[in-house]
């Protein structure tokens, strides 16, 4: 009678390990599709970044979009990092962006088609075809998608600038450069990040 008890204790705690491990797994990345490990864009390392106020960031509606997004990114980046944003003419999406037979935008698709002349965010309430993918940076380094399906549209386009300046991944997971559930984060980089990136 124990060692069956036993038995099944072991196989509940094996079943709740397999859980947890697919779940984390699923939830290894939700807002990001950059890897550092295979990253072989060009990007700007730190040190040589140049955190000009006199940069310009230009931000664009793709596809469906809500115009209010796009201005409440420019202030906050601009807040945020000081750079000037400008908001350029949204891209109208034609059948070649989305994957095949599916409504949702293929990020290698956009990345071919959208090719942007300086650091180019743009802001989507459409779907990417990788379900668990809120947001991407280009291989140029020059390109940032966000989507606003998840409703964090901020942290989005937070995380995915700071790996267009030059910022990897963060150990801490309540930081916005976390690997972590885009839900759980606080939607701001932690004291390492900012000393990184020389925010105040
Ligand atoms: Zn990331
Ligand atoms: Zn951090």
């Not at 070649?96 to 802001?123: A, F, G, H, Q, W």
């Not at 984060?185 to 932690?190: A, S, V, Y």
Request: aromatic share 8%.
């Amino acid at each position: 009678m124990t060692t069956k008890n036993v038995l099944i204790a072991l196989i509940m705690l094996a079943v709740f390990i397999w859980i947890d491990k697919l779940l984390s797994k699923h939830h290894y990345d939700v807002m990001c599709l950059f890897d550092p490990r295979t990253y072989n864009g060009e990007r700007i390392s730190i040190d040589e970044r140049n955190l000009s106020k006199n940069e310009t960031v230009y931000i664009s509606g793709l596809g469906d979009f809500n115009q209010s997004d796009l201005e409440t990114a420019s202030k906050e980046i601009t807040e945020v990092f000081g750079f000037k944003c400008e908001i350029i003419d949204p891209i109208k999406t034609t059948l070649e962006l989305y994957s095949d037979n599916t409504r949702k935008l293929d990020m290698e698709k956009c990345e071919s088609v959208l090719r942007p002349s300086n650091k180019t965010i743009y802001i989507t309430n459409e779907y990417f075809a990788d379900e668990n993918v809120s947001g991407i940076s280009m291989k140029n380094g020059k390109l940032v998608l966000a989507s606003n399906t998840c409703n964090h549209l901020k942290k989005t386009i937070f995380h995915e600038l700071g790996h267009t300046l030059g910022m990897d991944h963060c150990d801490n997971n309540k930081c916005i450069m976390g690997t972590r559930n885009i839900m759980t984060c606080n939607d701001e980089f932690c004291n390492n990040c900012k000393t990184k990136l020389k925010l105040k």
